[in-house]
Every structure is written in C-alpha cells, then in structure tokens.
C-alpha cells in the first residue's frame, strides 16, 4: 500500500513514542512511504522552530525521508473546500502521488475526506487498525 504521511503524524511520531511512531515503524517496513516536497518544507520548520531539534539531526532526518518517495509540489490543486490553503497542497501531492492513504490528524484533512475519491483519508488509528486489519 502507498502511504502519504502528513506533517503532524511525522513530527509526533518523531518526536514521542506512541501511535504515530507505530505507524510511521509499520509503513517503512511493510508498505511504501510517500512523502511530499510540500511536507518536507513543513516537517523541517516544525522540527526546527516548535520541536527545536539541532540542525545535524534535522538533515539525518530529512535525507532518510527523501531516500523515499518523494512527490514534487503539484502545478494545480484539487477543487476541494479546504479551510487551509496549506493542506489543500498536502492532499494535492498525496493525489499526485497515487498514494492508497493519506494518515493525517489534521481536522481540515479529514472533514473533506467524503469530498476525495481513489484516496483514503484517515487518523493514525484508523490507518493502524486497517493496515492491521483489526476492527475499530
């Protein structure tokens, strides 16, 4: 399965252990990890300016990440209501990507969800229990 992660999962799995953590160990070893240039750019301003990671391990991280596949920003976005302009571009590169699933806790993200087609929209846990096929 592709899986596009959004900046929030990738940050709180980085940065504490617990569910996203689990996530992201699961979708490096049995699925395929796509990523966006669009969330690299959050992902390296999150862990430098909120999570205050030093520069060394900001690049370690950001150069693991690009080792995989990356998604360049997309020229058009999907006509999609999105409250925030910056997550429009989230599902723009998940779209452009053909990613399976887009595991996000972003709100914005999962009200439009109903509105998407050919992609699935879901919470870390929600991703967990599909990929582990265990009921809610």
């Given at each position: 399965m592709k899986v596009f992660l959004d900046t929030n999962v990738l940050v709180s799995g980085l940065a504490t252990r617990g569910l996203c953590a689990d996530v992201i160990r699961l979708?490096?070893?049995e699925h395929e990890l796509v990523i966006g240039e669009v969330v690299l750019?959050?992902?390296?301003r999150a862990?430098?300016?909120k999570i205050k990671l030093p520069r060394?391990?900001?690049?370690e991280i950001l150069a693991f990440l690009e080792s995989?596949?990356?998604q360049p920003r997309p020229k058009t976005a999907p006509e999609v209501r999105i409250r925030d302009e910056d997550d429009l571009w989230v599902l723009a590169s998940a779209l452009a990507a053909k990613a399976d699933v887009l595991v996000t806790?972003?709100?914005d993200l999962l009200e439009v969800r109903e509105q998407v087609s050919g992609l699935v929209i879901t919470d870390p846990r929600g991703f967990w229990?599909?990929?582990t096929k265990r009921p809610k």
């Amino acid at each position: 399965m592709k899986v596009f992660l959004d900046t929030n999962v990738l940050v709180s799995g980085l940065a504490t252990r617990g569910l996203c953590a689990d996530v992201i160990r699961l979708v490096l070893a049995e699925h395929e990890l796509v990523i966006g240039e669009v969330v690299l750019a959050e992902l390296e301003r999150a862990l430098s300016q909120k999570i205050k990671l030093p520069r060394p391990v900001i690049s370690e991280i950001l150069a693991f990440l690009e080792s995989q596949t990356v998604q360049p920003r997309p020229k058009t976005a999907p006509e999609v209501r999105i409250r925030d302009e910056d997550d429009l571009w989230v599902l723009a590169s998940a779209l452009a990507a053909k990613a399976d699933v887009l595991v996000t806790g972003d709100q914005d993200l999962l009200e439009v969800r109903e509105q998407v087609s050919g992609l699935v929209i879901t919470d870390p846990r929600g991703f967990w229990h599909l990929a582990t096929k265990r009921p809610k």
